[in-house]
């Protein structure tokens, strides 16, 4: 053996407690704030849709709806990359925790 190389030693139940407690922690606060984050498309797109179908004295240009469908649809292929991303960090964390469990 080394200098450098230390033998691994095993963490006290306490500290894997504290660190499953984290873990558990980390997962909630990234799940609760996913939902969050996705429950405000619906409400964003029903105002769009209300604001552009609202009856006017003038009739709609025409011209910007390409426009407002292309800024809808980036905004929400990128909730739906932001969603992919949140389920790659959810899964980590769930693999950190089986691992923990697994601790003697």
Not at 24 to 30: A, E, F, M, Y
Not at 50 to 68: G, N, Q
Request: net charge negative; hydrophobic share 40%.
């Amino acid at each position: 053996m080394n200098a450098t190389s230390r033998p691994e030693q095993t963490p006290s139940p306490e500290t894997l407690r504290i660190e499953y407690g984290e873990v558990c922690k980390s997962h909630s606060s990234i799940t609760d704030f996913r939902a969050k984050v996705l429950a405000l498309l619906p409400i964003a797109s029903g105002s769009g849709i209300f604001l552009l179908l609202t009856k006017r004295s003038e009739p709609i240009d025409t011209t910007y709806l390409y426009l407002i469908g292309l800024f809808g649809f980036l905004i929400t292929f990128d909730l739906f990359i932001y969603e992919l991303r949140g389920i790659q960090h959810c899964k980590h964390l769930e693999q950190l925790a089986s691992h923990l469990e697994e601790q003697p």
